[in-house]
Structures are given as structure tokens and as C-alpha cells.
């Protein structure tokens, strides 16, 4: 069974697919942990401030309520091997178990690739979440 925190905040349609990623990559060996699920406006923010009017280097191009995963749409993932988490490992895999499971990866972003992100839109833009579309 799932851990429930892990997927604490994201749409339950998300989740589904998010647990049939996780099997799948499973099947293949490759174990993941998600590092960061939801994420709320004001978090979004200051991950947004990061490398421009804070300290550190950036490391997102969204605003708050610019992000999927301030909708519960969008999860960040780390490789965990001998029980250790690890940013190095098969990304290209990773990314295609992705599409398969009908999820955006955030390695084929053009202007910020975000090889760890997923994301899925529901077929709806920003705006229309923002706007409150179901």
C-alpha cells in the first residue's frame, strides 16, 4: 500500500498515476521517492525568490499559483539506491515510464528542464486552474 504523506495534498486522479509511475519504474528495478508533492503559493514563492532576491542558485521559473504543484498536480522526484537518496540515475527512463503512464515530465521543458518533475494538467491550462475550472 501506499504511504499516504507522500501524496498528502495532490488531486486523487494524479495520485492513481503517480502510484501506476511508481510500480512501473518499480518493475524495472528503479526505486524513487517523492521529494515534494504539493506545494503551497507562499512556498512557491519563496522557492521563486531563491537565486533572484534570496540567497542560492534558482531553481524554478514560477511564481505562486504559476506552478502545478500548487494544484496538487505535480510531484518532484530523487532515485533512492542502497537506501540512500541520489539525484544520478536513468532520467531517460524515468521520463519515458512517465509518458506511458500519461504524465508530463519536466525534462522536455525547453526554457528550464526539470528532469526530477512530473506533472499531469487534467487537459486544462494555469489559468483555467487558477480560474477554478474542475
Known amino acids: 500500500m501506499a504511504e499516504v504523506g507522500k501524496y498528502a495534498g495532490l488531486d ?3 495520485r492513481a498515476k503517480l502510484e501506476l509511475f511508481e510500480r512501473r519504474l ?4 528503479i526505486r524513487v521517492k517523492i ?4 506545494r503551497s503559493p507562499e512556498e512557491q514563492n519563496r ?4 537565486g533572484r532576491t534570496e540567497a542560492g542558485k534558482v531553481v524554478t521559473n514560477a511564481r505562486g499559483g504559476q506552478s ?3 494544484f496538487g498536480l505535480a ?6 539506491v542502497n537506501g540512500q537518496i ?3 540515475g536513468p532520467w531517460n527512463i524515468f521520463g519515458r515510464i512517465a509518458h506511458e503512464c500519461g504524465l508530463e515530465w519536466g525534462g522536455d521543458f525547453k526554457r528550464f528542464p526539470d528532469r526530477p518533475h512530473v506533472q499531469w494538467r487534467k487537459g486544462m491550462t494555469l489559468s483555467q486552474m487558477r480560474a477554478g475550472a474542475k
Open 12 to 14: 486523487p486522479e494524479f
Open 26 to 29: 518499480a518493475e524495472r528495478g
Open 35 to 38: 521529494v515534494c508533492g504539493y
Open 47 to 50: 522557492l521563486y525568490a531563491q
Open 68 to 70: 502545478w504543484h500548487n
Open 75 to 80: 510531484a518532484d522526484y530523487a532515485f533512492v
Open 86 to 88: 541520489t539525484w544520478k
